[in-house]
Each structure stands twice: as structure tokens, then as C-alpha cells.
């Protein structure tokens, strides 16, 4: 498996057959030939219920594109007040599926032989079933994918919790199906963590990736701006003046804590995390003009960066940890600039426009996601390589599109819109299609999409 998935296997085509299922798959391409029932799938992973038959599928990577899997999706039965959530874990699973791009599903509303046909004819080889109960504040999920064919358990997963715990077990099951059928993580239980100012102050607030569960984090009445998860989702670092002057605060999800996480002289913004090795890098006016500075996470001494004299801001890591992509203004307008991990090796990536802003990269290394001012003066996201070359616009129209963010599969956006007239927070496939809005409250900016 392990020459399957490498780096090779992702930029060219290749044909690999084997004789389990389609745990196989990974993110390139994938067109599945099969002569076979898909519960012969083994699930590999220690999920499946029954045991699996031998066959062989053959999977044809010959496109850079994942291909899409079509599914039957059945409506989800429930025991008990079904009006106990105002959502049913079917409808949840099914955006989830949908949004992610790999599936296709086959709607209906139980199983029969006249769906059974129609499924198929559609190219399904499985469906997904469930069930759900409520016993007080408690609840019970069953999710199943069943083979069409010989009506065998290719996957089956139970939850049990309280009932504001039945969204996350539906996204559980969506991330147990993306696993299982393509071999990655899914990414139905990220979050996306931006700024609101709903009630006239700037506050730090999280939603679950579908615009669900939305809580505010900081409720200090005071300006609070561009935050940035750390450690996975387990903690957000952001600018805040609480007390002041503009310093950075953690909120730690793990102890509940949410404080000044360290103080120097000047304002320090614009955070981005390091997994790699474990430290963030930041603009900060600790020496006068705002520079790029790098620290090690949570402790230790800051590095500067950049020397020009210029604003040097928004720093964003390359997914390996060896560089730093950020906006400086040197050369008279903000522009494109990528530089080593320790300052050198720095080069503009962009030379013409007026205007760029908040580079994101990808969790994949090959694109940088930016906002940039057009002809007609509106902001619109574009991504383009490492390089500078191959822009690609993503958005167009009036108004402001601004503050990229990519999903840790790299599949999908986040960015800030004033499309509908206030701001709110939108996404989008990494090619600019299926742009939609997931907040609807106004006065929305700034999202950060959080790891897995």
C-alpha cells in the first residue's frame, strides 16, 4: 500500500490492482473497475462486521482529480420525538458527503428492489442506511453501508451520547465512510474558527465546518482579530486588546483556559502554526515597522525575519515547514513574498497588480491561495504555484472576497464574501466551483480552517 499513496503515485498516472477493496484508494485520481459485489471490500481497518469475500478490483488512477464514488442514501429511521434536534443525522451525513466532492448519492426513501434498480443503474454498488433513538437526553446512531447486491455489512458503526452530541457521531460516520473508500481523513469534524461583530465589539468565534454549533470564545467587548488554530483544533491563538495593547491570547480547549499567551512592546498579528516543528510565525511591530518574526511554540525566544523598513505581514508556512509565504510592501505596493525558514533565500512570486493580501498555503504544497484587487477594484481569491505562475481566479463580481483559508485536505476554501451585501463566510472546491455560504448572521470575517 505504502507505494500506492507516496508522493510518486500522486503526480502520474498508474494502475493498481489488488485483492481487497476500495480502502486502496487514495487522492489521486481514481476510476474503480470492478466485476465484483462491493461488501468483498475487507475493511482493514477492523470495521467490518462480517466477514469479507475474496475478489479483485482493479483501480485505474489516470487523472490528477479524485473521481466521485455513487452511493445510494436511504432516509434515516428514528425511534422516538423525532423533532428531539432540529436536524436528522441523515440529512447531516448526506451534506457531508455531498460537500466533499468524492460521492454521488441515490436518494430514497427506504430500499426495495424498484431502488435497488434505479441505484444501480445510477452506478451505485452500496447504499448507506441508519438508524437513531432518543431515551431522555441520550441518543443512539447506527450507520451502516451495505452492499447492494448481497445485502451484506460492508461498515457499521454504533454512537451513543447526549443529544447535542448526535451531530458530531453523523460527522464521525461521514469521516469513517471518506476513510474507508479513499484511504485519507475526512474533514466533516473540522472546524473553522473567524472574527464576528455582531454586537458592535470584535469577538473570536468557532463553528463546526457546515456553519453549525456557532460559539463565541471571547466575550470581552473589545477588538479581537485574526486568529489562528493550533495544535490541530485544540488551541486558537489571535490578536486581541483586552487589556490594552494588542498582544496575543491562547484559548485551550483542553484546560478551558484563555489568556495572554506572551506580551512584548509593539502589536503582534497575523499567526500561522507549524506542525512540522512546532512554532508559529507572526508580524509584530516590537522593533518599530511590522516585521516577520518566528518563535518557537509554546515557549521560547523570537527570531526576526525581515530587515526592509517596510510592512512586512500576513506569514503563512509552507506545508513542510522549510518556507514562509507573506505580503510586504518593499517594492512600493503589497506584493508576493516567499522566503526560507530563517529569512533567506527571500523572492517576490507576484510583480504585477496593485494589491494582494492574506496568502494561505496549501496543505498540499503546490498551491497559495491569496486575495488580490482587480481591474475593477473588487478584492477576489486566486491561487497559483509556489512559483508565482499558473494564477488562477477563483471568484469574480462586486464587493470584497478576501481571507482564504484551505481545508487540511487541500480540497476546499474558506474565505471571507460581501456578496450578499455584509460580510460572510463562504466555501468553495480548490477550483473556485461550488461556492457556498455557511454563515448567515452578517458582520462575519476572517476564517481560519482548523486541522483534523
Known amino acids: 500500500m505504502g507505494n500506492v499513496s507516496g508522493p510518486a503515485a500522486r503526480r502520474s498516472g498508474l494502475t493498481v490492482a489488488r485483492r481487497f477493496g476500495l480502502t486502496a484508494a487514495r487522492h489521486f485520481g481514481l476510476a474503480v473497475a470492478t466485476h465484483f459485489s462491493i461488501a468483498s471490500a475487507l475493511l482493514v481497518f477492523g470495521l467490518c462486521v462480517l466477514p469479507a469475500r475474496a475478489a479483485d478490483v482493479v483501480i485505474t488512477s489516470e487523472q490528477k482529480a479524485a473521481e466521485t464514488i455513487t452511493l445510494g442514501f436511504t432516509e434515516f429511521k428514528c425511534t422516538g420525538d423525532v423533532n428531539a434536534v432540529p436536524y436528522t443525522p ?6 457531508d458527503l455531498e460537500f466533499s466532492g468524492r460521492f454521488k448519492l441515490k436518494a430514497a426513501p427506504a430500499f426495495d428492489s424498484t431502488v435497488k434498480a434505479a441505484m444501480k443503474a445510477e452506478g451505485a454498488l452500496a447504499y448507506v442506511r441508519g438508524a437513531y433513538t432518543f431515551s431522555g437526553d441520550d441518543f443512539t446512531l447506527e450507520c451502516e453501508l451495505i452492499d ?17 452530541d448526535l451531530r458530531v457521531a453523523a460527522h464521525k460516520f461521514s469521516d469513517e465512510l471518506v476513510y474507508q473508500l479513499f484511504g485519507e481523513k475526512g474533514i466533516a469534524q473540522t472546524r473553522i474558527v473567524y472574527v464576528n461583530k455582531h454586537t458592535g465589539n470584535k469577538e473570536v468565534t468557532v463553528m463546526d465546518y457546515d456553519g453549525a454549533n456557532v460559539t463565541e470564545i471571547t466575550k470581552n467587548k473589545s477588538i479581537n482579530l485574526l486568529p489562528c488554530w493550533v495544535e490541530g483544533k485544540s488551541k486558537i491563538l489571535y490578536t486581541s486588546y483586552a487589556a490594552g495593547q494588542p498582544q496575543f491570547y491562547l484559548k485551550d480547549f483542553e484546560t478551558n483556559k484563555n489568556g495572554i499567551f506572551f506580551t512584548s512592546k509593539g502589536m503582534n498579528t497575523s499567526p500561522s502554526y507549524n506542525k512540522m516543528d512546532k512554532e508559529i510565525v507572526y508580524a509584530s511591530t516590537q522593533d518599530g515597522n511590522a516585521e516577520i518574526y518566528r518563535r518557537p511554540f509554546p515557549d521560547g525566544k523570537a527570531q526576526r525575519l525581515t530587515f526592509s523598513g517596510s510592512i512586512e505581514t500576513s506569514p503563512s508556512w509552507s506545508p513542510n515547514g522549510y518556507e514562509i509565504v507573506f505580503i510586504s510592501d518593499r517594492s512600493g505596493k503589497p506584493m508576493v513574498y516567499i522566503m526560507d525558514r530563517d529569512g533567506s533565500n527571500l523572492r517576490a512570486i507576484t510583480h504585477d497588480g496593485d494589491y494582494y493580501g492574506s496568502p494561505a498555503w496549501s496543505p498540499k504544497g503546490d498551491r497559495i491561495a491569496i486575495a488580490a484587487m482587480d481591474e475593477g477594484n473588487n478584492m477576489n481569491i486566486m491561487t497559483m504555484s509556489p512559483d508565482g505562475k499558473d494564477p488562477q481566479k477563483l471568484t469574480t463580481g462586486s464587493g470584497s472576497n478576501e481571507n482564504p483559508s484551505w481545508s487540511p485536505d487541500a480540497r476546499h476554501i474558506v474565505f471571507m464574501s460581501t456578496r450578499t451585501g455584509g460580510s460572510e463566510i463562504f466555501m468553495m472546491d480548490a477550483d473556485g466551483k461550488n461556492q457556498k455560504r455557511i454563515s448567515f448572521s452578517g458582520n462575519n470575517f476572517m476564517p481560519k480552517w482548523s486541522d483534523y
Open 90 to 95: 441523515g440529512a447531516v451525513i448526506t451534506w
Open 148 to 164: 447492494i447486491d448481497s445485502g451484506e455489512r460492508i461498515l457499521g458503526k454504533k454512537y451513543t451520547g447526549k443529544k447535542p
